[in-house]
T-cell receptor, first 114, second 113 residues
Framework: DSGVTQTPKHLITATGQRVTLRCSPR?????VYWYQQSLDQGLQFLIQ???????AKGNILERFSAQQFPDLHSELNLSSLELGDSALYFC?????????????FGSGTRLTVV | AQSVTQLDSHVSVSEGTPVLLRCNYS??????LFWYVQHPNKGLQLLLK??????LVKGINGFEAEFKKSETSFHLTKPSAHMSDAAEYFC???????????FGAGTRLTVKP
């Protein structure tokens, strides 16, 4: 157990629907990062939050949004889902804002859009 | 911007033989370099990291990597492969204090009995 908790582990939904993925960072970590892993795109950085504020954006679609709450857990919202959104979504956390210390990853949420 | 190239998409070794997974990086500043491992249906686990201290970095499970600035390389090695080492390995680079970690495409390691 890495200490980063992601729920749910698996999610199957239809095209056009909206889903919410949840992440609880490791105790004491203030930064949360979201990644998408697919066979054709590899591991893609989506977005980062630090202590409730958005700090960096990667290849995140406009249909996707995220937030980090006062208790530091984070949610990734995916809307108007398309077949191509099927992927593994990882959350990672780190103690500080910079990437010098490496991340701790959760076990991921596997999203299947049918 | 920094980038990383994993030179082999797939490496196959026999159990008990050495492992070499190759990684070259590009970075404008002093890089931080990491190796992560991903077992099937699992998250990514940090194997080791280089952050401008000793150039030879020892990680978990007997893995180590050497930072070679002149060659812009950070290859991952292990003297003797174990069946449990079969997994996907990712080389990662970030500029110091940059909020952007760049992952390589990954190298799938197969270990034959």
């Amino acid at each position: 157990d890495s200490g980063v908790t992601q729920t749910p582990k698996h999610l199957i939904t239809a095209t056009g629907q909206r889903v919410t993925l949840r992440c609880s960072p490791r105790s004491g970590d203030l930064s949360v990062y979201w990644y998408q892993q697919s066979l054709d795109q590899g591991l893609q950085f989506l977005i980062q939050y630090y202590n409730g504020e958005e700090r960096a954006k990667g290849n995140i679609l406009e249909r996707f949004s995220a937030q980090q709450f006062p208790d530091l857990h984070s949610e990734l919202n995916l809307s108007s889902l398309e077949l191509g959104d099927s992927a593994l979504y990882f959350c990672a956390s780190s103690a500080r804002q910079g990437t010098n210390y490496g991340y701790t990853f959760g076990s991921g949420t596997r999203l299947t859009v049918v | 911007a920094q980038s990383v190239t994993q030179l082999d998409s797939h490496v196959s070794v026999s159990e008990g033989t050495p492992v070499l997974l190759r990684c070259n990086y590009s970075s404008s500043y002093s890089p931080s370099l990491f190796w992560y491992v991903q077992h099937p249906n699992k998250g990514l686990q940090l194997l080791l990291k280089y952050t401008s201290a000793a150039t030879l970095v020892k990680g978990i499970n007997g893995f180590e990597a050497e930072f070679k600035k002149s060659e812009t390389s950070f290859h991952l090695t292990k003297p003797s492969a174990h069946m449990s080492d079969a997994a996907e390995y990712f080389c990662v680079v970030s500029d110091l204090w940059n909020n952007d970690m760049r992952f390589g495409a990954g190298t799938r390691l197969t270990v034959k009995p």
